[in-house]
């Protein structure tokens, strides 16, 4: 049986299925021509759709980047913006999107993220930068509470022996 496909995806409008993509091994992949936003078409693998690693054509990581460089300078390394809007669209994902690969374990059990940085990265990110500062090498976002949601004061950097200390397992 063949999973419904959506109409939208992130910025992508699905305009119909094309021929799959064969693989070496003999697999297929369903493949789609979709028009981004800003008016381009693309074909894009619908696994890669579903699970969000395909929003754009690029056009909205160029906007981020452009958007950064005239609001910031130099105060900041493109790549921690970038680790940060990755980990803000991750959470989403996780929290809200069934069809993620660790769906279950956040928005399958009721984690959710603040409702206002929902839809607004620059609030996350300034909440962030204020209140936890640059994230050091090695580290990433954890929740204090790994029952707790994804908001105020439920959130630091952790490195990854903190962070294996910290799960549902270890408790």
Known sequence: MTKTIEKFYNRFEVIKEVEP????????????????QC????????????????????CFMREIVSKN?????????????????RTFND????????????YKYYGGRGINMYEFWLDDYELFK?????????????????????????????????DKKLQAINRRSTK
């Open 21 to 36: 993509k064969i693989h070496p091994n003999g697999n297929k992949s369903r493949m789609i021509l979709c028009k981004c």
């Open 39 to 58: 008016g381009e078409e693309r074909i894009v693998n619908l696994y890669d759709l579903r699970n969000g690693s395909s929003k754009s054509c690029g």
């Open 69 to 85: 460089k005239k609001k910031h300078g130099d105060r900041m390394k493109h790549s921690e913006y970038y680790y940060l809007h």
């Open 91 to 102: 959470i989403k994902q996780r929290c809200y999107n069934q069809n993620a690969q660790n």
């Open 126 to 158: 300034d909440w962030i930068l204020k209140n936890i500062g640059n994230r050091p090498e090695g580290y990433s976002i954890d929740r204090i509470d790994f029952n707790g949601n994804y908001e105020p004061g439920n959130l630091r950097w952790a």
